[in-house]
């Protein structure tokens, strides 16, 4: 069930008495293509959906921060002049992202507000980046700063990387600062330059939960990173974003078996998501899927950081005939994939796909038919 923010209003309400001043809404996201492609300084491809955190909020005459957590039933507060790191849980997003802001010089004013989610946690949809640009997007309104997205986003990153310890890249952050309703967002890793890509009319885009994740990640994925950056020093490149296809068919058989496949993946990758987009503008969405099957091919068999449950789910979903593509998404080894469908048929295809996911495997699929929202905003105030 989505959030309406009138229910964030009437949190607010009860917990503090008369209105909010401002209501701000900051979504969650999936990418759609582009994957282990951001720390390569390569494209990524993501969509802010309509499952958001929002926060509504009044200003404080005094440095605190008290906010009430709907979802976690639990008050949070601290002062703007004191922050410390604590094991202190969701309110530790709020205090990070709050030192990050401050570390960049913005001057900041206390506020005391109600927040409420459906992202769901920890599924792949980014949460913690949603919570990060609703807190800047808070402090922004109160303090009367401009909604730089590019600058926050950077400051959110800052926070989940140095605060809570997250070893994330940009993506999360800016495509929920920076997303706009029924548009992709071409992201330029390096030069972070974004560009908006129109969804074409008549389409869903659909995540399938596999329900499934796995330890190993965190070892697997640094390992991934090595061998790019150990390619990227045979071809003599700052990262593989500059190594085309061709340079690596001239050079590669110099390169042992794996790191060949590595490098491959993420060149390939790199020219689909650019493919993508062109795909996208031409509104020719049958090869937009085909590139997202290629790209799920990619990942399994060059990458290999897919799992048989991404697999399974891959398939199922591709074999409904309102799939133009699925792939996995997300670092892999479990979570999410993500498929575009012809939304006519939404119904039917998350019926029949998680019917058959759950009679191949046994594990039960949570699925989210998604639109393409605005980033972080202010929806409300009341004046
Ligand atoms: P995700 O993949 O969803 O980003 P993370 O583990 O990175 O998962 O972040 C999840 C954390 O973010 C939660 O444990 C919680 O601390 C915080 N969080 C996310 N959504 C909410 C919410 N609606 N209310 C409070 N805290 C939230
Ligand atoms: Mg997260």
Redesign the pocket.
Known sequence: MAVEKHHVAEHFAARFGGSPKWIVRSP?RVNLIGEHTDYNDGFVLPLAIDRA?WMALRPRDDRRVSVY?I??DQPGEFSLDSLTKEDG??I??LKGTAWSLQEAGHPLHGFEGV???D?????????????EMATARAFAVVAGLPWDPIAMAKLGQRAENQWIG?NCGIM?QLISAAGQADHALLIDCRSLQTETVPFPPGVAVVVLDTSTRRGLVDSEYNQRRAQCESAAEFFKVSALRDVSLELFQALAHDLDEITQRRALHVITENDRTLQAVEAMRRGDVAALGVLMDKSHVSLRDDYEVSSDALNAMVEVAAAHEACYGARMTGAGFGGCAVALIHAEDAEDFVQATAAAYQEKTGHTPAVYVCRATNGAEVVETSD
């Open positions: 969650g955190i957590s979802d976690y849980g969701w530790e997003y927040l409420v989610g992202v769901p946690l920890g599924a792949g949809l980014s949460s913690s980046a949603a919570l997250v999360d």
